[in-house]
Nanobody, 120 residues
């Protein structure tokens, strides 16, 4: 089995910072792209940031210049550094990864989510 475990969410004032972490554990051969999504009750889950195994990144426009995605391949961990947080960043944040297991790449591995709340 494969597990993705997120941590680092919480309550922060507008303008503050948080750092999310997500570690992949279990039985697998390799990890390709990793990503962070977020979801609120009023909106569909949206892609926030993505990073390939080679370190190429892309971001949704609303977080460019404020959020940074990175990864530590030795630790099977992806991070999301969130600076200059805004109330509209409030959401449950999920990590996901494209994982090679049993000879097949699958992208449907998700963490349990971590709540980020930004107060105004």
């Amino acid at each position: 089995q494969v597990q993705l475990v997120e941590s680092g969410g919480g309550l922060v004032q507008a303008g503050g910072s948080l750092r999310l972490s997500c570690t992949v554990s279990g039985s697998f051969r390799s990890i390709n792209a990793m990503a962070w999504y977020r979801q609120t009750p009023a909106k569909q889950r949206e892609l926030v940031a993505r990073i390939t195994s080679g370190g190429i990144t892309n971001y949704v426009d609303s977080v460019k210049g404020r959020f940074t995605i990175s990864r530590d391949n030795a630790k099977n961990t992806v991070y999301l550094q969130m600076n200059s947080l805004k109330p509209e960043d409030t959401a449950v944040y999920y990590c996901t990864a494209n994982i090679l297991r049993g000879g097949t790449w699958k992208s449907d591995y998700w963490g349990q989510g971590t709540q980020v709340t930004v107060s105004s």
